[in-house]
């Protein structure tokens, strides 16, 4: 099917709401709007919302990927779908963080664990993403693209694209995981390592772009983006049938906050969800530029033009490089959105990472990547710092799994004890861990 029969969805610029036809128009503008030049459009369907009832409510129904969403996502023709069944993930209910805040905190709530970590294409939040990217770019016959990225999102697009028959360049910072770098190698796309940080990586990116006239990402209010992320919230909904009213999230450019909103925009009028949920973003301690900028805006009581008060970290040294964005600019959407939602923006001591990972991991037997640590570290701050109360119903966004950053798998290792016979050996009870592992929490 041509883009010129497209009569599914349109664009509108958030800024002007001036309306752009399709995504052959889109490309063609380089993703801005035309007439005010700003790169934020909402994706509007021509299709009845109430289908958005059948599709969340229909429980017979064999849900194998975020395409079940079709009609609410900007694809045309089915046959250029690109998929491995990702974004219809677990929702796992994570009892003993549920215990742990009544017993340390008296409090009240129930906690469920978002599974990006079980995504089948690349095991991480992204894939969701890339299945969209990949799809959109084969149906408007794109055979070259390229990417900025701290990691995952390279990943996840280097493995769809390949299977969509698409080039791809990708510009990692110098301190991306050689995981990430192998992976995207593997695929057979380009790899550019940047001699700086992602701010330089991007920048180079967009050279290359203009350079080689070659389609770049365009990040966190990507259309394509953001659509394919809004599904979390309908997939909630259908699985547990709520919303839960808290999310949490590791947070770098913010493109999953973003997306859940224009998702509660697509169904508010159905009146199937109250409201939004309470954001709580977290970032890791040693790039948490989006953190400063808004505790010192809410120490200040939010002082007229707060939003544009944020500070650049040159060369983060975090950590957790696939949430190293030291220009966080996107911090005026985001901390508008946070704010309209009652929520916080947070940081995880990167120290703790490990001990959080563990602990999870001898509970749940959930392996977690560093980026989803960060999440899970945001739940135990916000308890202590009182933003979770009685009655909560917290998701929280295990983001990424362990195999992501090979490195921080091998600091897993604690029960090792090396032997030179068999009288170095004992009985094993794994309980005697237990008190250790949930030490550095209490
Ligand atoms: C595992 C994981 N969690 C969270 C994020 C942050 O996503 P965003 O801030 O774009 O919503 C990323 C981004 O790279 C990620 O890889
Ligand atoms: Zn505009």
Same mark, same amino acid.
């Given at each position: 099917?041509?883009?010129?029969?497209?009569?599914?969805?349109?664009?509108v610029?958030?800024?002007?709401?001036?309306?752009?036809?399709?995504?052959?128009?889109?490309?063609?503008?380089?993703?801005k709007?035309p007439?005010? %030049?700003?790169?934020? *459009?909402?994706?509007?369907?021509?299709?009845?919302?109430?289908?958005?009832?059948?599709?969340?409510?229909?429980?017979?129904?064999?849900? &194998? +990927? =975020?395409?079940?969403?079709?009609?609410? =996502?900007?694809?045309?023709?089915? &046959?250029?779908?690109?998929?491995?069944g990702?974004?219809?993930?677990?929702?796992?209910?994570?009892?003993?963080l549920?215990?742990?805040?009544?017993?340390?905190?008296?409090?009240?709530?129930?906690?469920?664990a978002? !599974?990006n970590?079980?995504?089948?294409g $690349?095991g991480?939040?992204?894939d969701?993403?890339?299945?969209?990217?990949?799809? *959109?770019?084969k149906?408007n016959?794109?055979?070259?693209?390229a990417?900025?990225?701290?990691?995952?999102v390279?990943?996840?697009?280097?493995?769809?694209?390949?299977?969509?028959?698409?080039? =791809? +360049?990708?510009f990692?910072?110098? #301190?991306?995981? &050689?995981?990430?770098?192998?992976?995207?190698? +593997?695929?057979?796309?380009r790899?550019?390592?940047?001699?700086? #940080?992602y701010a330089?990586?991007?920048?180079?990116a967009?050279?290359? +772009?203009?350079?080689? /006239?070659?389609?770049?990402?365009?990040?966190?209010?990507d259309?394509?983006?953001?659509?394919? &992320?809004?599904?979390?919230?309908?997939?909630?909904?259908?699985m547990?049938?709520?919303v839960?009213?808290?999310?949490?999230?590791?947070?770098?450019?913010?493109?999953?906050?973003?997306?859940?909103?224009k998702?509660?925009?697509?169904?508010?009028?159905?009146?199937?969800?109250?409201?939004s949920?309470?954001?709580?973003? *977290?970032?890791?301690s040693?790039?948490?530029?989006m $953190?400063?900028?808004?505790?010192?805006a809410?120490?200040?009581?939010?002082?007229?033009?707060?939003?544009?008060?944020?500070?650049?970290?040159?060369?983060?040294?975090?950590?957790?490089?696939t949430?190293?964005? %030291?220009?966080?600019?996107?911090?005026?959407?985001?901390?508008?959105?946070?704010?309209d939602?009652?929520?916080?923006?947070?940081?995880?001591?990167?120290?703790?990472?490990?001990?959080?990972? !563990?602990?999870?991991?001898?509970?749940?037997?959930?392996?977690?990547?560093?980026?989803?640590?960060?999440?899970?570290?945001?739940?135990?701050?916000?308890?202590? /710092?009182?933003?979770?109360?009685?009655?909560? !119903?917290?998701?929280?966004?295990?983001?990424?799994?362990v195999?992501?950053?090979?490195?921080?798998?091998?600091?897993?290792?604690?029960?090792t004890?090396?032997?030179?016979?068999?009288?170095?050996?004992? /009985?094993?009870?794994?309980?005697?861990?237990?008190d250790q592992?949930?030490k550095?929490?209490?």
């Open positions: 099917m041509s883009n010129s029969t497209n009569n599914k969805f349109h664009f610029c958030r800024n002007c709401k001036h309306e752009i036809k399709d995504f052959k128009e889109w490309f063609s503008y380089g993703q709007c007439k005010c %030049g700003k790169n934020w *459009v909402d994706t509007v369907y021509s299709q009845d919302i109430n289908k958005y009832e059948e599709l969340i409510f229909d429980n017979g129904a064999e849900v &194998k +990927s =975020l395409w079940h969403y079709f009609d609410f =996502l900007p694809l045309n023709d089915k &046959k250029n779908i690109i998929t491995n990702e974004g219809v993930i677990d929702i796992d209910r994570w009892s003993f549920e215990k742990f805040a009544k017993e340390q905190y008296n409090i009240d709530c129930t906690v469920y978002y !599974r970590d079980d995504n089948y $690349t991480t939040f992204k969701a993403a890339a299945t969209l990217v990949a799809s *959109v770019l149906e016959n794109i055979k070259e693209y990417v900025a990225s701290t990691g995952n390279a990943n996840a697009f280097a493995r769809y694209l390949a299977e969509a028959g698409i080039s =791809l +360049s990708v990692i910072p110098n #301190d991306a995981l &050689k995981a990430n770098e192998a992976e995207v190698s +593997s695929y057979g796309q790899v550019y390592r940047v001699d700086g #940080d330089k990586a991007k920048k180079i967009a050279e290359f +772009s203009k350079k080689y /006239n070659v389609l770049l990402s365009s990040g966190n209010t259309p394509m983006r953001v659509e394919a &992320k809004k599904v979390m919230l309908f997939e909630w909904l259908r547990l049938g709520e839960p009213n808290v999310y949490i999230q590791a947070l770098s450019g913010g493109t999953g906050p973003i997306a859940i909103n998702a509660f925009d697509d169904v508010k009028d159905l009146g199937i969800i109250k409201q949920p309470r954001y709580i973003l *977290v970032q890791p040693r790039c948490a530029p $953190t400063e900028a808004w505790q010192k809410k120490a200040n009581n939010f002082p007229e033009g707060w939003e544009q008060d944020y500070p650049i970290y040159d060369n983060p040294k975090s950590k957790v490089p949430l190293a964005t %030291g220009n966080p600019a996107t911090y005026p959407i985001i901390s508008k959105i946070v704010k939602s009652g929520g916080e923006i947070i940081e995880c001591d990167e120290e703790k990472l490990i001990d959080i990972s !563990r602990l999870v991991a001898y509970e749940t037997t959930v392996r977690m990547g560093p980026a989803a640590a960060v999440a899970v570290g945001g739940f135990f701050d916000s308890l202590k /710092n009182g933003d979770i109360k009685n009655g909560d !119903r917290i998701m929280i966004n295990i983001g990424e799994g195999r992501r950053a090979p490195d921080f798998m091998k600091e897993m290792i604690y029960t004890k090396n032997i030179k016979s068999v009288d170095d050996c004992e /009985n094993y009870d794994r309980a005697s861990y237990r592992l949930w550095p929490f209490k």
